[in-house]
């Protein structure tokens, strides 16, 4: 068996990375992509690999004689590489094709050597290389039958989103035979360029040849092994988190996103807070009905948008002020402070971060949950007077949690003492505790020194669309609010939302109830793991304490690399101590991380 691998093409869409160098000369983790799969491809000790050169073609020719292959490798120029496509590319080797079977390779790609183990394993003879389509991809798909027959190939100008679950993207690695090469692919290759020329895709020939009533090719599918298309800078940062050899790098480079976690499909997310039971899917419905219109019109303005959080959270508009998420209106509202301002640690960091530390006076609970009553803060914060008070409730990450009217009491003694009071409520919906919000006109009017911020994206499971409210008594520091941050601060699909909100108010509510229930039976399951205790928790996560042998970072590496889920680890927000922060999911996905959690814990300990 012998490969064929198509380097010709110039790789615009990557632009200064290729503007003199071919594509597959750039590097991914400092090893050139064209590196890497002829050290793959050598491996499996094949006859020979003919390579198409066309754009920079003799540096990628002298490059390669430098890598050390010892497997013979032979060169094809296309001269006009810029004026045709890659089925003109693959014709100038079709003689080499009807010599001995053929592994067929774009040479823009990156992949494990599980790749190459799949299809060379496979005992049928020709064989298109496909996997599930994700978002991320872009190209030619298929859609297949039972029996791996590909029904249709799919080109990208009839490629339809409304049929995107049917579909199987080309990896652009091909098994040909000899056999299929000789009466099949060549043939009608050379049928097909005649016809529509050579400024076409090779993929074009399968899309004939797969019309025939004995085709011969089959699909072959992938079982999760990894691959990545580079056509751009994007696709190379993503290919360099997912490839990267060293696994405490590939921790932080995934860390490092803070979010966009689609674009790793198979990734499941325990770090970052979800509620898995809301948006219905009537809701969605009605969005995916007025995308157009969303996408091509403008929003309204602050005035408007606070108009609907008022009448969503039933307050007065002045009293309100609507944010790109929460971590705008956070940032706004930090300047605002004077003085001293009182945190309670751990807790969500960017309060703390967005103050003066020399200003800034810390209270951190003295037992292994990190948990605080009222009564515990007003006794600290009469001792170390401070001028504001941030206090997140239901804490993060602690979960802890206190009832409503503890909150009341804390609001009063902290208007005796002539306190700034900030509440960030934003996991307040999951606790057990009904009507347990402080976004209440009457306390807001009585107590202009509260400020009570909320997260929608947190409580509602939309954090794609960045919302978030700040509500206080206090309306000439929200009017000033209001100028601090832009006109259109809300895009249109975060106003429409908000526009809707109130007829799904039952499946809200319906969905709090859900999440509660299986919160509780995640922490019953967590707390049977051997090594692991459950710090109780009224949130959408749960914080659990590992044993001393058990380090967290090791831990969230495992689970990572070697069963793609992520987790947030506290050794920093704890002083070293070991501790977890894992967001509830839905059952399916909190029984994956269990049973992942079971197989790398109960063998340690």
Same mark, same amino acid.
């Given at each position: 068996?012998?490969?064929?691998?198509?380097?010709?093409?110039?790789?615009k869409?990557?632009?200064?990375?290729?503007?003199?160098?071919?594509?597959?000369?750039?590097?991914?983790?400092?090893?050139?992509?064209?590196?890497?799969?002829?050290?793959?491809?050598?491996?499996?000790?094949?006859?020979?690999?003919?390579?198409?050169?066309?754009?920079?073609?003799?540096?990628l020719i002298?490059?390669?004689?430098?890598?050390g292959?010892?497997?013979?490798i032979?060169?094809?120029?296309? /001269?006009?590489?810029?004026?045709?496509?890659?089925?003109?590319?693959? !014709?100038?080797?079709?003689?080499?094709?009807?010599?001995?079977?053929?592994l067929?390779?774009?040479s823009?790609?990156?992949?494990e050597? !599980?790749?190459?183990?799949?299809?060379?394993?496979?005992? #049928?003879?020709?064989?298109?290389?496909v996997?599930?389509?994700?978002?991320?991809?872009?190209?030619?798909?298929?859609?297949l039958?039972?029996?791996?027959?590909?029904? !249709?190939?799919?080109?990208?100008?009839?490629?339809?989103?409304s049929?995107?679950?049917?579909?199987?993207?080309?990896? +652009?690695?091909?098994?040909?035979?000899?056999?299929?090469?000789?009466?099949? *692919?060549?043939?009608?290759?050379?049928?097909?360029?005649?016809?529509?020329?050579k400024?076409?895709?090779?993929?074009?020939?399968?899309?004939?040849?797969?019309?025939?009533?004995?085709?011969e090719?089959?699909?072959?599918?992938?079982?999760?092994?990894?691959? @990545?298309?580079?056509?751009?800078?994007?696709?190379?940062?993503?290919?360099?988190?997912?490839?990267?050899?060293?696994?405490?790098?590939?921790?932080?480079?995934?860390?490092?996103?803070?979010?966009?976690?689609?674009?790793?499909?198979?990734?499941?997310?325990?770090?970052?807070?979800?509620?898995?039971?809301?948006? /219905?899917?009537?809701m969605?419905?009605e969005?995916?009905?007025?995308?157009?219109?969303?996408?091509?019109?403008?929003?309204?303005?602050?005035?408007?948008?606070?108009?609907?959080?008022?009448? +969503?959270?039933?307050?007065?508009?002045?009293?309100?002020?609507?944010?790109?998420?929460?971590?705008?209106?956070?940032k706004?509202l930090?300047? *605002?402070?004077?003085?001293?301002?009182?945190?309670?640690?751990?807790?969500?960091?960017?309060?703390?971060?967005?103050?003066?530390?020399?200003?800034?006076? &810390?209270?951190?609970?003295?037992? #292994?949950? *990190?948990? @605080?009553? !009222?009564? &515990?803060l007003?006794?600290?914060?009469?001792?170390?007077?401070?001028?504001?008070?941030?206090?997140?409730?239901?804490?993060?990450?602690?979960?802890n949690?206190? /009832?409503?009217?503890?909150?009341?009491?804390?609001?009063?003694?902290?208007?005796?003492?002539?306190?700034?009071?900030?509440?960030?409520?934003?996991?307040?919906?999951?606790?057990d505790?009904?009507?347990?919000?402080?976004?209440?006109?009457?306390?807001?009017?009585?107590?202009?020194?509260?400020?009570?911020?909320?997260?929608?994206?947190?409580?509602?499971?939309?954090?794609?669309?960045?919302?978030?409210?700040?509500?206080?008594?206090n309306a000439?520091?929200?009017?000033?609010?209001?100028?601090?941050?832009?006109?259109?601060?809300?895009?249109?699909?975060?106003?429409?939302?908000m526009?809707?909100?109130?007829?799904?108010?039952?499946?809200?509510a319906?969905?709090?109830?859900?999440?509660?229930? $299986?919160?509780? #039976?995640?922490?019953?399951?967590?707390?049977?793991?051997?090594?692991v205790?459950?710090?109780?928790?009224?949130?959408?996560?749960?914080?659990?304490?590992?044993?001393?042998?058990?380090?967290?970072k $090791?831990?969230?590496?495992?689970?990572?690399?070697?069963?793609?889920?992520?987790?947030?680890?506290?050794?920093?927000?704890?002083?070293?101590?070991?501790?977890?922060?894992?967001?509830v999911r839905?059952?399916? &996905?909190?029984?994956?991380?269990?049973?992942a959690?079971?197989?790398?814990?109960?063998?340690?300990?």
């Amino acid at each position: 068996m012998q490969a064929i691998i198509l380097a010709a093409g110039m790789g615009k869409r990557l632009k200064e990375l290729t503007q003199n160098n071919t594509k597959c000369m750039v590097k991914v983790n400092g090893v050139t992509l064209i590196d890497r799969m002829l050290h793959q491809i050598e491996k499996k000790e094949l006859s020979r690999i003919i390579i198409v050169v066309g754009y920079e073609g003799q540096k990628l020719i002298d490059y390669i004689g430098t890598l050390g292959i010892q497997t013979p490798i032979e060169f094809i120029e296309n /001269p006009v590489y810029d004026r045709t496509n890659n089925i003109y590319s693959l !014709a100038l080797a079709k003689e080499w094709l009807v010599q001995e079977d053929t592994l067929l390779f774009e040479s823009d790609l990156i992949f494990e050597d !599980a790749i190459l183990d799949a299809i060379l394993s496979d005992p #049928r003879e020709t064989l298109a290389l496909v996997d599930k389509y994700e978002s991320w991809m872009d190209g030619t798909c298929v859609k297949l039958g039972d029996d791996d027959s590909i029904e !249709a190939f799919v080109p990208g100008k009839q490629f339809k989103f409304s049929e995107i679950r049917d579909y199987y993207k080309t990896v +652009n690695i091909y098994k040909f035979s000899r056999h299929f090469s000789e009466t099949h *692919y060549v043939p009608f290759l050379d049928a097909y360029q005649s016809a529509l020329g050579k400024n076409e895709y090779y993929e074009q020939v399968l899309r004939v040849i797969t019309m025939l009533d004995e085709p011969e090719i089959k699909a072959k599918r992938l079982e999760g092994q990894r691959w @990545y298309e580079i056509d751009d800078i994007q696709d190379l940062d993503i290919a360099e988190s997912i490839f990267t050899p060293d696994e405490d790098e590939r921790v932080r480079l995934l860390q490092g996103r803070y979010g966009g976690y689609w674009r790793y499909p198979k990734l499941l997310d325990f770090c970052y807070l979800v509620n898995p039971y809301f948006p /219905p899917e009537k809701m969605k419905d009605e969005l995916r009905a007025n995308f157009d219109t969303l996408l091509t019109e403008y929003p309204s303005g602050m005035r408007v948008n606070s108009l609907l959080a008022a009448k +969503n959270f039933s307050i007065h508009q002045e009293n309100i002020l609507v944010g790109n998420g929460a971590a705008e209106l956070i940032k706004s509202l930090m300047s *605002y402070l004077k003085g001293t301002v009182g945190f309670i640690r751990p807790t969500f960091d960017e309060y703390p971060n967005r103050y003066d530390r020399s200003n800034s006076v &810390d209270f951190t609970p003295d037992n #292994r949950d *990190y948990s @605080y009553t !009222a009564e &515990d803060l007003i006794n600290y914060f009469n001792q170390h007077k401070v001028d504001n008070l941030i206090v997140v409730n239901p804490d993060n990450p602690s979960g802890n949690y206190i /009832p409503k009217a503890g909150l009341l009491k804390l609001i009063e003694w902290s208007k005796k003492e002539s306190i700034c009071l900030v509440i960030d409520e934003s996991f307040v919906d999951f606790a057990d505790e009904p009507d347990n919000t402080i976004i209440d006109q009457s306390i807001l009017s009585k107590n202009p020194h509260l400020f009570v911020m909320k997260s929608i994206s947190k409580s509602y499971g939309v954090p794609g669309l960045r919302l978030g409210v700040l509500a206080s008594g206090n309306a000439e520091t929200i009017a000033k609010m209001k100028k601090d941050v832009a006109i259109w601060n809300i895009n249109s699909f975060g106003e429409f939302y908000m526009q809707i909100e109130e007829k799904y108010k039952k499946d809200y509510a319906a969905a709090l109830v859900k999440i509660r229930a $299986e919160r509780a #039976r995640f922490q019953t399951e967590l707390g049977k793991i051997k090594g692991v205790r459950v710090v109780p928790s009224q949130a959408n996560f749960v914080m659990v304490e590992l044993n001393e042998d058990i380090h967290p970072k $090791e831990l969230l590496k495992r689970l990572l690399i070697k069963h793609n889920l992520l987790i947030k680890e506290l050794t920093t927000k704890t002083n070293g101590r070991n501790y977890l922060r894992l967001a509830v999911r839905n059952t399916e &996905d909190n029984d994956t991380l269990i049973r992942a959690m079971k197989a790398e814990l109960e063998g340690t300990i």
